[in-house]
T-cell receptor, first 114, second 112 residues
Framework: DAGITQSPRHKVTETGTPVTLRCHQT?????MYWYRQDPGHGLRLIHY???????DKGEVSDGYSVSRSKTEDFLLTLESATSSQTSVYFC?????????????FGPGTRLTVL | AQSVTQLDSHVSVSEGTPVLLRCNYS??????LFWYVQHPNKGLQLLLK??????LVKGINGFEAEFKKSETSFHLTKPSAHMSDAAEYFC??????????FGTGTSLTVIP
């Protein structure tokens, strides 16, 4: 599991409230990613980070912000949650090695916005 | 630009029969290709990956996939399905950039 944890694992919140999800890794990987998973869409990239304080947008970044103040933690914030952000959120790291880099995933966070 | 198409959203097989999950990709470069499996209410687990070392790639749990450049395909196969193979399967492509692109997934049902 590449030492990746996500917290919280489950959260129910109300529309308009801020929410922060945390991804923590123990193996000092440079790249970290946030995805959301919705039925019929697979996993879609929200944001990723290529180092401390270095981030970039993905396919579905609207309504989300991220921060990475230290290598081991990558935070995803919904500034004002909406019902369309109800989803399962996965964090991933990119591990370098062999002939290609490979992603490994955390256990996921199930977020419900009422 | 990269994209991945998983040709079947649902596949049903009988236990003990072969499994074929189809994946086509588009990429401007020689890509890296991956298959992941997700069991119900679980995270994603790497099944196998293609990295240009060999076109036939063997993964965990008896799965394998063959990279066919002329057909831009990376289909996942297993000779004999087991009940524990019932899950969602994702094909993923990456070229030289920082992003990985996921297919929409194939749900595999195994009938006893």
């Amino acid at each position: 599991d590449a030492g990746i944890t996500q917290s919280p694992r489950h959260k129910v919140t109300e529309t308009g409230t801020p929410v922060t999800l945390r991804c923590h890794q123990t193996e000092n990987h440079r790249y970290m990613y946030w995805y959301r998973q919705d039925p019929g869409h697979g996993l879609r990239l929200i944001h990723y980070s290529y180092g401390v304080k270095d981030t970039d947008k993905g396919e579905v970044s609207d309504g989300y912000s991220v921060s990475r103040s230290k290598t081991e933690d990558f935070l995803l914030t919904l500034e004002s949650a909406t019902s369309s952000q109800t989803s399962v959120y996965f964090c991933a790291i990119r591990a370098s090695g062999g002939t290609t880099d490979t992603q490994y995933f955390g256990p996921g966070t199930r977020l419900t916005v009422l | 630009a990269q994209s991945v198409t998983q040709l079947d959203s649902h596949v049903s097989v009988s236990e003990g029969t072969p499994v074929l999950l189809r994946c086509n990709y588009s990429s401007s470069y020689s890509p890296s290709l991956f298959w992941y499996v997700q069991h119900p209410n679980k995270g994603l687990q790497l099944l196998l990956k293609y990295t240009s070392a060999a076109t036939l790639v063997k993964g965990i749990n008896g799965f394998e996939a063959e990279f066919k450049k002329s057909e831009t395909s990376f289909h996942l196969t297993k000779p004999s399905a087991h009940m524990s193979d019932a899950a969602e399967y994702f094909c993923v492509v990456r070229d030289t950039g920082n992003q990985f692109y996921f297919g929409t997934g194939t749900s595999l049902t195994v009938i006893p």
